[in-house]
């Protein structure tokens, strides 16, 4: 399965992006699936994640509230809508996808990775 994520870009404290990240295969082929980010400097980490059903989602405390992920099994994608964004959510971030179904937090639990978008947060 490869992925490629899109949606990155320069936007202003307050303001809000959409991420999408469109899968080669039927994401219904896949188990859980989620969103990490990596910001200069620092290690990749959780943000969100989705079961393969969309009936459970998981988001790291930071952006509970303010991000919503969702997936759509017909047309392959997986999304993440963010909004009140803050400098620090500035970052790359990247779609991944495992064959597990199960919900994880865990990088090393995914297998399929997209290739990152940027997202800028001015203050």
């Known amino acids: 399965v490869q992925l490629q994520a899109s949606g990155g870009g320069l936007v202003q404290a307050g303001g809000s992006l959409r991420l999408s990240c469109a899968a080669s295969?039927?994401?219904?082929?896949?188990?859980?699936m989620g969103w990490f980010r990596q910001a200069p400097g620092k290690e990749r980490e959780f943000v969100a994640a989705i079961s393969w059903n969309t009936d459970s989602t998981f988001y790291t405390e930071s952006v509970k509230g303010r991000a919503t992920i969702s997936r759509d099994n017909a047309k392959n994608m997986l999304l993440l809508q963010m909004s009140s964004l803050k400098p620090e959510d500035t970052a790359v971030y990247y779609c991944?996808?495992?064959?597990?179904?199960?919900?994880?937090?865990?990088?090393?639990?995914?297998?399929?990775w997209g290739q990152g978008t940027q997202v800028t947060v001015s203050s």
């Open positions: 295969e039927r994401t219904i082929s896949v188990g859980a």
């Open positions: 991944a996808a495992r064959t597990g179904l199960r919900i994880t937090r865990n990088s090393y639990d995914y297998y399929y």
